[in-house]
């Protein structure tokens, strides 16, 4: 046997010392340790506080969990996004707020694709996001809009009259108000901007009732002679035709 | 000694647990037509428009098709209301034509309360028909 086993690698035994054998666990007087070793016990002995009873009242409110543990962690995510939103806001001069009743996003992608058709950006933001875009800014006041659920639209104002027609057909997303061309707008008053004409036409107007000032007294002046000469047309018209009433027209024409 | 036990036994899952069993109770077969008024940027206006929310959620409108759901939107500055018009058949014997919340002061739980306080009770019982018939019974009709 031991022949063979020294044809394969041989392993030492191990070095077995007795520490105690079936002897009694000393408690009662234990030694005392070595320096190193009591070091080590000392510093990692735990610290109890005073007990709660000794504590002024002060230090036992349990309030003070709740009101310390909300600190708000700035979370750069939610910064970036309010930049976008601000920018949505800056860019866009027709900005409208809608409340958002259920709706499945089924029924709501439709409505998202007909408004991007006409160059309008149908986008959702949180309460939290839309107040640190606009807190401090001139669009603080839309703050007081976002308490439930809610989207954004942001457009031009050219397309106001389109935007109302494609939202007819959702009754799930409401126009709460506007702001168009930086002035704040209720739903009435967005509404009577949409059913307005285009500027251009606008402009012609104004230039039409400007005009109709001038021309309505150059007119006035001009009455009198151009009656005149209507009648004189008349009573030419009378005499060049041949009736038997040519001896009175003479004689009106005389005098 | 020990005091007799006192308190609750089960605890309370919140207002949001309050305002789903509410919600689930809720049976719209009485009402033709429900319609929320509010002014977007009055004070109170948040519990409505949660209200609006909830009822506009498609199990809720399941119960009646044939009620319609209108929003309108005000800038007078006035109270926010819901009004509910009652279908004309049960109104005869119920003696209600129509039900008006005022829900400036009233939360969206306390709004589903006197919802199914005053329109669920009008809904008409179900009638739920069972009748199982043998195959020599259907065989004998058929003939």
């Not at chain 1, 010392?17 to 007087?29: E, H, P, Y």
């Not at chain 1, 002035?183 to 008053?189: A, G, I, Q, R, T």
């Not at chain 1, 001896?247 to 005098?255: G, L, P």
């Given at each position: 046997?031991?022949?063979?086993n020294?044809?394969?690698?041989?392993?030492?035994?191990?070095?077995l010392?007795?520490?105690?054998?079936?002897?009694?666990?000393?408690?009662?007087?234990?030694?005392?340790?070595?320096?190193?070793?009591?070091?080590?016990i000392?510093?990692?002995?735990?610290y109890?506080?005073?007990?709660?009873?000794?504590?002024?009242?002060?230090?036992?409110?349990?309030?003070?969990?709740?009101?310390?543990?909300?600190?708000?962690?700035?979370?750069?995510?939610?910064?970036i996004?309010?930049?976008?939103?601000?920018?949505?806001?800056?860019?866009?001069?027709?900005?409208?707020?809608?409340?958002?009743?259920?709706?499945?996003?089924?029924?709501?992608?439709?409505?998202?694709?007909?408004l991007?058709?006409?160059?309008?950006?149908?986008?959702?933001?949180?309460?939290?996001?839309?107040?640190?875009a606009?807190?401090?800014?001139?669009?603080?006041?839309?703050?007081?809009?976002?308490?439930?659920?809610?989207?954004i639209?942001?457009?031009?104002?050219?397309?106001?009259?389109?935007?109302?027609?494609?939202?007819?057909?959702?009754?799930?997303?409401?126009?709460?108000?506007?702001?168009?061309?930086d002035?704040?707008?209720?739903?009435?008053?967005l509404?009577?901007?949409?059913?307005?004409?285009?500027?251009?036409?606008?402009?012609?107007?104004?230039?039409?009732?400007?005009?109709?000032?001038?021309?309505?007294?150059?007119?006035?002046l001009?009455?009198?002679?151009?009656?005149?000469?209507?009648?004189?047309?008349?009573?030419?018209?009378?005499?060049?035709?041949?009736?038997p009433?040519d001896?009175?027209?003479?004689?009106?024409?005389?005098? | 000694?020990?005091?007799?036990?006192s308190?609750?036994?089960?605890r309370?899952?919140?207002?949001?647990?309050?305002?789903?069993?509410?919600?689930?109770?809720?049976?719209?077969?009485?009402?033709?037509?429900?319609?929320?008024?509010?002014?977007?940027?009055?004070?109170?206006?948040?519990?409505?428009?949660?209200?609006?929310?909830?009822?506009?959620?498609?199990?809720?409108?399941?119960?009646?098709?044939?009620?319609?759901?209108?929003?309108?939107?005000?800038?007078?500055?006035?109270?926010?209301t819901?009004?509910?018009?009652?279908?004309?058949?049960?109104?005869?014997?119920?003696?209600?034509?129509?039900?008006?919340?005022?829900?400036?002061?009233?939360?969206?739980?306390?709004?589903?309360?006197?919802?199914?306080?005053h329109i669920?009770?009008?809904?008409?019982?179900?009638?739920?028909?069972?009748?199982?018939?043998?195959?020599?019974?259907?065989?004998?009709?058929?003939?």
């Open positions: 046997m031991a022949l063979a020294r044809a394969l690698l041989q392993t030492t035994a191990p070095l010392l007795s520490r105690r054998f079936r002897g009694k666990i000393n408690v009662q007087k234990p030694r005392k340790p070595h320096f190193g070793r009591q070091i080590l000392d510093i990692s002995k735990p109890f506080g005073p007990p709660k009873s000794m504590l002024p009242d002060i230090m036992t409110c349990e309030k003070v969990k709740d009101t310390m543990a909300k600190k708000e962690i700035d979370n750069p995510f939610e910064r996004l309010a930049n976008e939103c601000l920018d949505w806001f800056n860019t866009s001069k027709m900005v409208v707020f809608l409340h958002v009743n259920s709706i499945s996003m089924e029924d709501k992608t439709p409505v998202f694709a007909a991007k058709k006409n160059d309008m950006h149908l986008r959702t933001y949180g309460k939290k996001i839309v107040s640190m606009t807190k401090g800014t001139r669009y603080d006041a839309v703050n007081q809009l976002f308490t439930s659920h809610q989207n639209i942001f457009g031009q104002p050219e397309n106001a009259a389109k935007m109302f027609k494609i939202l007819k057909k959702t009754p799930q997303l409401i126009v709460m108000a506007g702001i168009i061309q002035k704040l707008l209720s739903k009435n008053d509404v009577e901007f949409s059913k307005l004409p285009s500027l251009d036409v606008a402009r012609s107007q104004l230039c039409s009732v400007l005009q109709s000032a001038g021309s309505c007294l150059v007119g006035q001009n009455q009198n002679q151009q009656m005149l000469v209507s009648h004189l047309d008349k009573h030419i018209e009378i005499q060049s035709s041949p009736t009433e001896n009175k027209t003479d004689i009106k024409v005389e005098s | 000694m020990s005091i007799p036990y308190g609750t036994i089960r309370s899952g919140g207002v949001v647990s309050a305002i789903g069993k509410q919600l689930r109770a809720v049976n719209l077969k009485a009402a033709k037509r429900i319609t929320v008024k509010f002014d977007p940027f009055g004070d109170n206006v948040i519990h409505t428009r949660n209200f609006l929310h909830y009822m506009s959620s498609p199990k809720i409108s399941l119960t009646n098709p044939n009620c319609a759901l209108k929003t309108e939107i005000v800038c007078d500055r006035s109270e926010p819901v009004d509910i018009t009652i279908v004309p058949s049960i109104a005869e014997t119920a003696n209600i034509k129509k039900v008006t919340f005022k829900s400036g002061n009233l939360t969206c739980l306390e709004l589903l309360q006197l919802l199914n306080k669920t009770p009008l809904a008409p019982a179900e009638q739920i028909s069972t009748t199982i018939t043998t195959k020599s019974e259907k065989k004998g009709r058929k003939k």
